[in-house]
């Protein structure tokens, strides 16, 4: 812990609240750690150490102001001829903010060739170009040339040949254009480490000299007869798609990039990285990666509505030429919902500019790995937007849902100024969730033998669930946990994990509902077992700690969320005027059917615990079933009709949408205070049975004064609220908190 920096960042916290304790805002932050595969600069070794050495503060957040939806790249500009001059202003914010400086473009670049020979039906040629300060920087480049007349498009990738990356683009007629500057434990060494030396005024983090290689290469690439000068494209993978993306925002000869799963830091807007969201965060990247974006990131842990850009910003910054977002819907650091939000703002630009058709969109199945296919399909991208092969433009979602498409399927029309008005709670909740079709309760827990598996999901296997992979059985048995799958509602299975030594008597569950992982739903592969300082894992509650206080824990994935991805595509083409929150409502229902049909759990003691859209979840439930005995709800009470824009809060957007969770909010946008339907309506119904709600202090998509104000309305002795200073997120002392407050109901 170094207290000097971590006060600097407290600084606003403190204007904030000054009653707190330091000792409670330095608690906020972990330290930030030494990467072992790379240089923050040539002095600072970590963001404490830059922070100490600069002096530099913390933004004024109060004169920032809060934008919860995505940076508009648009704003000011009406006309196409002043798309350029917003660009240059675009680069300069994204560098200063997110990125780091480039140095100045050299002007001595020379090519040395170091070899030239013929590898079977290709020429092989290895470059080292020297340029800077007395040609004291140098990059290792090499071209692999196809036979042929050319001049050739080319495929340049700061993937070595010791990675399956170029050979299928060489096969489709690319010259492979490989520059050495990446992440050195790919064993090809990086040579933009050394620039730190050579130019040691300039904030140079790593991937703003990755990206800066792709354009030293390109200003070699055009001089080459063998070149087609206007068909360069570029691409690379996780951390190299990061910086393929800043090399193609910051360079315009680059003609078109697929940036493949960088996540965070690439296409995944800093927006949608929070704890809610349970991937890499601006926290856990600039903490244990601190070499990769410029320090002054880290400022905004917390506080992603006050960045003045995002990565929509830098995606725009392609505009008008070629850019496919392309990553797994299902990977464990990405956020399927994040990358359509940017796809949507982005293409908005390419249709301002009127080049739709080269903005695409892939989110494909399976985890972070790439194989040959994806390749074929990045070449076949570049085909087409570059006139060589053209082909229909690929738009490929998990998720899918829009506002507008939603009114247009329900035929629904509100006038907020006349909206639907009813005293009861019970009857506003039901408005909002729409109309529920009649269903069938499921009879499998009463018939013999149970057919219940998740054994042949592909995404079970992929999260290493239980009944897909013996390790994380073996796992469970170590921590002293018996597991076995039950049926819920609707052909839904659940996990159910209870303490293994149980002999006797019903023992009390809880049911727990997940945050907006969308892309894993209650668990990530094998590590949501034991391991809670994964800062991407602070949207779980730990099931063994509740299993050894004595509880049963029922896990399952809601609509939309895990290995249910994808059953929220069609949702609304299917049941129009029901919503996905009811349908989430509803499977919570069914669950705690299996849980009163189960013979070692108690039918009086049924408690849900959730966190961010899971605490949402829990309070509408409760709310409209009885048999909740108690609810643990964090991050999730939203005070909707205080919510107003003003508030820079997502408010009723962030159900209408974004997430689609409720349509029916999205036509009191601006008249928040006709609402029919808020949050206070499930304390109404909820009562007097216990509730815990815990409401961050510096939660921002809820201001916590508000949600203070809403339940302080409600009379209810048994509700207790607590309003810890912290950002929105589900860390250790939190969980602790929830653990040890079903203990005490359980008893």
């Known amino acids: 812990m170094r207290p000097l920096s971590l006060l600097l960042l407290a600084l606003p916290l403190i204007a904030q609240d000054p009653a707190r304790t330091l000792a409670e805002l330095l608690s906020l932050l972990k330290p930030s750690r030494v990467p072992a595969d790379g240089r923050l600069n040539p002095t600072d070794k970590t963001w404490e150490d830059w922070v100490r050495r600069?002096?530099?503060?913390?933004?004024?957040?109060?004169?920032?102001?809060?934008?919860?939806?995505?940076?508009?790249?648009?704003?000011?500009?009406?006309?196409?001829?002043q798309w350029p001059a917003r660009k240059q202003q675009l680069r300069r914010d994204v560098q200063h903010w997110i990125f780091g400086q480039f140095p100045p473009t050299p002007t001595n670049l020379r090519a040395v060739v170091t070899?030239?020979?013929?590898?079977?039906?290709?020429?092989?040629?290895?470059?080292?170009?020297?340029?800077?300060?007395?040609?004291?920087?140098?990059?290792?480049?090499?071209?692999i040339i196809p036979d042929g007349p050319g001049p050739f498009p080319v495929f340049l990738t700061n993937h070595a040949a010791n990675r399956p990356w170029v050979y299928t683009a060489v096969r489709r007629g690319y010259i492979a254009a490989i520059y050495h500057a990446t992440d050195p434990r790919y064993a090809n060494g990086d040579d933009s480490d050394a620039w730190l030396d050579v130019y040691p005024g300039i904030d140079f983090p790593v991937l703003a000299r990755w990206a800066w290689a792709a354009s030293r290469t390109v200003d070699?690439?055009?001089t080459l007869p063998e070149v087609d000068k206007a068909k360069i494209g570029t691409t690379g993978h996780s951390r190299n798609g990061k910086s393929a993306l800043l090399a193609a925002a910051m360079d315009d000869r680059i003609a078109a990039v697929v940036p493949s799963s960088g996540n965070s830091g690439e296409s995944d807007p800093w927006r949608f990285t929070t704890e809610p969201f349970a991937?890499?965060?601006?926290?856990?990247?600039?903490?244990?990666?601190?070499?990769?974006?410029?320090?002054?990131?880290?400022?905004?842990?917390?506080?992603?509505?006050k960045l003045p850009v995002d990565q929509n910003t830098l995606l725009s910054l392609v505009a008008p030429r070629g850019l496919m977002l392309y990553t797994g819907y299902a990977e464990s650091a990405s956020n399927p919902v994040g990358f359509e939000q940017a796809y949507r703002d982005a293409l908005r630009v390419y249709r301002f500019l009127g080049r739709e058709q080269n903005i695409w969109l892939h989110l494909r199945i399976g985890e972070h790995g790439t194989n040959a296919e994806d390749i074929e399909i990045f070449c076949d991208f570049f085909d087409s937007v570059f006139g060589r092969r053209p082909r229909q433009k690929l738009e490929t979602w998990a998720h899918g849902y829009t506002f507008d498409a939603w009114k247009k399927l329900s035929k629904e029309t509100i006038d907020p100024l006349r909206p639907p008005v009813t005293a009861d709670p019970k009857l506003q909740i039901e408005w909002a969730l729409g109309t529920e079709p009649p269903g069938a309760p499921n009879r499998q827990l009463r018939h013999a033998p149970l057919e219940v598996s998740m054994a042949d999901n592909a995404l079970a296997a992929q999260f290493k669930r239980p009944a897909t992979d013996a390790a994380t059985r073996d796992r469970i048995a170590k921590e002293g946990m018996a597991w076995r799958e039950v049926p819920i509602g609707d052909g839904i299975v659940g996990d159910l994990f209870y303490p293994a030594n149980h002999k006797a008597g019903k023992l009390p569950v809880v049911i727990w509902l997940h945050g907006y992982s969308y892309q894993y739903g209650w668990s990530i592969q094998s590590p949501w077992l034991t391991n809670i300082n994964d800062l991407r894992l602070d949207q779980r509650l730990s099931l063994p700690a509740l299993v050894k206080r004595g509880f049963a824990v029922l896990v399952f994935d809601q609509i939309g969320f895990g290995t249910r991805v994808l059953d929220a595509r069609e949702f609304y083409t299917r049941y129009p005027r029901w919503s996905l929150m009811g349908k989430m409502v509803a499977d919570t229902r069914a669950a705690i059917d299996t849980c009163t049909q189960i013979d070692i759990l108690d039918p009086q003691r049924i408690s849900l615990g959730g966190y961010s859209l899971g605490a949402k979840v829990g309070l509408l439930t409760m709310a409209l079933d009885p048999r909740v005995h108690s609810l643990a709800a964090v991050a999730g009470f939203d005070p909707l009709r205080r919510d107003t824009k003003d508030k820079g809060v997502e408010g009723v957007r962030h159900y209408s949408h974004i997430h689609g969770l409720m349509p029916r909010l999205g036509f009191f946008e601006g008249h928040e205070a006709s609402l029919p339907f808020d949050f206070d309506a499930a304390?109404?119904?909820?009562?007097?049975?216990?509730?815990?709600?815990?409401a961050p202090t510096l939660d921002r998509y809820?201001?916590?004064?508000?949600?203070?104000?809403?339940?302080?309305?409600?009379?209810?002795?048994?509700?207790q609220l607590e309003t810890p200073?912290?950002?929105n997120r589900f860390h250790r002392p939190t969980q602790q908190r929830v653990v040890d407050w079903f203990a005490e109901r359980g008893r």
């Open 54 to 81: 600069t002096g530099e503060r913390p933004p004024d957040f109060d004169k920032l102001p809060s934008t919860p939806g995505l940076p508009d790249a648009l704003a000011g500009v009406t006309t196409p001829a």
């Open 725 to 727: 200073l912290d950002f």
């Open 683 to 694: 304390l109404k119904l909820a009562a007097p049975r216990p509730v815990l709600l815990i």
């Open 220 to 222: 070699y690439l055009i």
């Open 115 to 143: 070899a030239n020979r013929r590898d079977g039906a290709v020429t092989v040629r290895e470059v080292r170009l020297e340029f800077g300060p007395d040609h004291r920087a140098t990059l290792r480049v090499e071209l």
């Open 279 to 305: 991937n890499e965060s601006i926290e856990l990247l600039t903490g244990g990666q601190s070499h990769w974006f410029h320090p002054r990131l880290r400022f905004f842990s917390g506080r992603e509505d």
């Open 702 to 719: 809820a201001r916590a004064a508000d949600v203070a104000a809403t339940v302080n309305a409600v009379t209810y002795p048994a509700l």
